[in-house]
């Protein structure tokens, strides 16, 4: 069941296209739900096929399409490390090794406070600016040495305990 706070934003993403055309705006309803709640669970998918009038299978294809959806519950700080070739050719490869001995963890998990998940990611649109990462699909990191990556997450650790 989708509260009326949500489906009020729902209305004004469908609003913005033709009557007819209301699945256009699966990515903002899917957007939406994540923001909420932090990922999306097949539940939510359903909830959101019967507000757009589609199958839950068309929402579900869009949700496990883009990395940038979560399917279950993940860290406060999510890593996207771009490991496509051009950037693999660039240590992307490493840069992932580098943040899996730091962490303590494998490509894919959690840290056990819950802190940082750590993911391989597609193309980042960056290959030039190589080893590229996203935090929280909005922050792009360019030029990510080990010692950038240190920086990086003694910084968002340094920013938890502060907060």
Do not use: W
Request: with cysteine.
């Amino acid at each position: 069941m989708i509260p009326d706070a949500i489906q009020q934003r729902f209305a004004k993403e469908v609003a913005k296209y033709p009557a007819d055309q209301a699945q256009s705006a699966v990515m903002a309803c899917l957007a939406i739900v994540q923001q909420e709640k932090g990922y999306i669970s097949l539940d939510d998918e359903r909830d959101i096929a019967a507000y757009l009038g589609m199958a839950p299978i068309a929402v579900h294809e869009v949700t496990t399409f883009y990395n940038m959806y979560n399917q279950k519950p993940l860290g406060k700080y999510k890593l996207n490390v771009c490991t496509n070739l051009p950037c693999q050719l660039r240590d992307g490869q490493k840069a992932l090794e580098h943040l899996c001995h730091k962490l303590g963890v494998h490509m894919g998990e959690t840290t056990k406070d819950g802190l940082f998940t750590l993911q391989q990611s597609e193309c980042l649109g960056a290959c030039a600016d190589s080893p590229v990462m996203l935090v929280n699909d909005r922050t792009m990191c360019s030029f990510m040495t080990n010692e950038k990556l240190d920086q990086l997450i003694d910084g968002l650790r340094a920013a938890k305990d502060a907060a």
